[in-house]
């Protein structure tokens, strides 16, 4: 997880701004997330890692550092509090391979 291990041309990178920008491809990720992925250029073991939640394999593959806890709060809730909570418990638990303590 460290920027020189950063892979600019990982798909996930797109996908991630694109859903941070476009509240409309967040509800249509929500209903239908395989069809949004279908738009995207994702490296098989991507979209896996995406699928799986797998933020640890995401990092290993290339995803800018910052970008994790975006994805993780796009998927898991955005809000203050609660939502933002489980979001940050979520990137840790598939970083560590366990349980946010």
Same mark, same amino acid.
């Given at each position: 997880m460290d920027l020189k =291990?950063? =892979? &600019? !041309?990982l798909a996930t990178h797109d996908l991630i701004q694109d859903?941070?920008?476009? &509240? &409309? %491809? *967040? =509800? #249509?990720f929500a209903a /239908? #997330? +395989? +069809?949004v992925l279908d738009r995207y250029p994702l490296r098989e073991a991507e979209r896996k890692a995406l #699928? +799986? *939640?797998d933020f640890r394999s995401l990092y290993d593959l290339g995803l800018h550092p910052?970008?994790?806890g975006?994805?993780? *709060? %796009?998927?898991?809730? /955005?809000?203050a509090g609660k939502g933002a909570t489980v979001a940050v418990n979520k990137l840790v638990? !598939?970083?560590t391979g366990g349980k946010a303590e």
């Amino acid at each position: 997880m460290d920027l020189k =291990d950063f =892979d &600019p !041309s990982l798909a996930t990178h797109d996908l991630i701004q694109d859903l941070k920008w476009n &509240p &409309p %491809l *967040r =509800d #249509e990720f929500a209903a /239908n #997330e +395989a +069809a949004v992925l279908d738009r995207y250029p994702l490296r098989e073991a991507e979209r896996k890692a995406l #699928e +799986a *939640r797998d933020f640890r394999s995401l990092y290993d593959l290339g995803l800018h550092p910052y970008l994790g806890g975006q994805l993780a *709060r %796009l998927i898991y809730g /955005n809000e203050a509090g609660k939502g933002a909570t489980v979001a940050v418990n979520k990137l840790v638990e !598939s970083l560590t391979g366990g349980k946010a303590e």
